[in-house]
């Protein structure tokens, strides 16, 4: 029930954003998740790059901090991540997580999108 969308192949410099839609969701449990973005470079392993807890602030790995935003959007159940000044190495498969603050709640991660950035 958790669908990506966005991905694509951009020049260095470019842009993209990714959405990841919770369509099933009732909007009410949907506020009791935090959403983070996390990628997957070839060879290497699934690192977390951006975080949107369902309360407080939002967190970025260095890597990406100044260039990605995350954002929410309760009513539409769906959480955005706007990638500017895209450089090679943000090459990956990009995956959106859910994860609820209750254990009584599953997890849920979205299905995987490429992005690749490439001249």
């Known amino acids: 029930q958790i669908v990506e969308s966005g991905g694509g192949e951009v020049q260095p410099g470019g842009s993209l954003r990714l959405s990841c839609r919770a369509s099933?969701?009732?909007?009410?449990?949907?506020?009791?998740?935090?959403t983070d973005w996390y990628r997957q470079a070839p060879g290497k392993e699934r690192e977390v790059i951006a975080r949107?807890?369902?309360?407080?602030?939002?967190d970025y790995a260095d890597s990406v901090k100044g260039r990605f935003t995350i954002s929410r959007d309760s009513s539409k159940k769906t959480v955005f991540l706007q990638m500017n000044s895209l450089k090679p190495e943000d090459t990956a498969v990009y995956y959106c997580?859910?994860?609820?603050?209750?254990?009584?709640?599953?997890?849920?991660w979205g299905q995987g999108i490429q992005v690749t950035v490439s001249s």
């Open positions: 949107a807890p369902n309360s407080g602030s939002t």
């Open positions: 099933r969701m009732i909007t009410s449990t949907f506020w009791g998740y935090s």
């Open positions: 997580n859910f994860k609820h603050s209750s254990t009584q709640f599953p997890e849920y």
